[in-house]
């Protein structure tokens, strides 16, 4: 059966756990909650489900493609099989995105992947963070989700991107799996001021 490598970017940590930088690790903690996560030989965590393999790299973000040599030479690793998970400020909070290649748009962890794998040519999967321009961006993304954030992904979106991969991605079907993903309804689903509710 086809094997696919669930990659979630992020720092180490229980200080960064629940950071906006951490999104993409966070729902690979998600998606395997029921299975235990084992040390790898190297630089990260792994756990199995089905034809899914996760994992949780334990080097700080920018150097999470040093991981992709370890997983080589523990497992039967093929590109075309890969994902990364990972977070955009770019994207609205709750939108979701699915391309199978691209340029890694400044985010560190992912030129870290585009680098050791030497090539941009494999699938992610980006989890809108938002954005507030009260901050820089290095340190937007370090701050931590709020309650009713994290609330949100893991009742609405994770779920969503869980679907997605049981119903399409578990057959191999990449195509219907895009198609899902990138037609997630976020402008119904992300939380938004309620235009009725009056100012007090």
């Known amino acids: 059966m086809r094997k696919f490598f669930l990659f979630g970017l992020g720092?180490?940590?229980k200080e960064y756990l629940f950071?906006?930088?951490n999104a993409g690790y966070l729902f690979i903690n998600y998606f395997f909650r029921d299975k235990r996560f084992l040390p790898g030989k190297g630089n990260f965590f792994y756990s199995e489900k089905e034809?899914?393999?996760?994992?949780?790299?334990?080097l700080y973000m920018n150097e999470n493609g040093r991981i992709?040599?370890?997983?080589?030479e523990n497992f039967e690793f093929k590109i075309e099989d890969f994902i990364a998970f990972l977070d955009d400020f770019n994207l609205p909070f709750g939108a979701i995105r699915f391309r199978r290649?691209?340029?890694?748009?400044g985010h560190k962890g992912l030129e870290?992947?585009?680098y050791y794998l030497e090539t941009e040519n494999f699938k992610r999967l980006r989890?809108?963070?938002?954005f507030d321009y009260n901050f820089e961006a290095k340190d937007y993304v370090l701050t931590v989700f709020r309650k009713e954030e994290m609330d949100f992904l893991k009742q609405k979106v994770f779920p969503y991107i869980e679907d997605g991969i049981n119903k399409f991605l578990k057959e191999g079907d990449i195509d219907n799996f895009e198609n899902y993903i990138n037609n997630y309804p976020w402008k119904e689903r992300v939380q938004a001021p309620d235009k009725n509710k009056k100012e007090v």
């Open 68 to 72: 992709i040599s370890e997983i080589k």
């Open 101 to 105: 290649k691209g340029s890694s748009g």
């Open 11 to 13: 720092n180490p940590g």
């Open 51 to 58: 034809n899914f393999i996760g994992i949780l790299p334990t």
């Open 112 to 114: 870290s992947l585009v």
């Open 127 to 130: 989890i809108g963070i938002g």
């Open 19 to 21: 950071t906006r930088h």
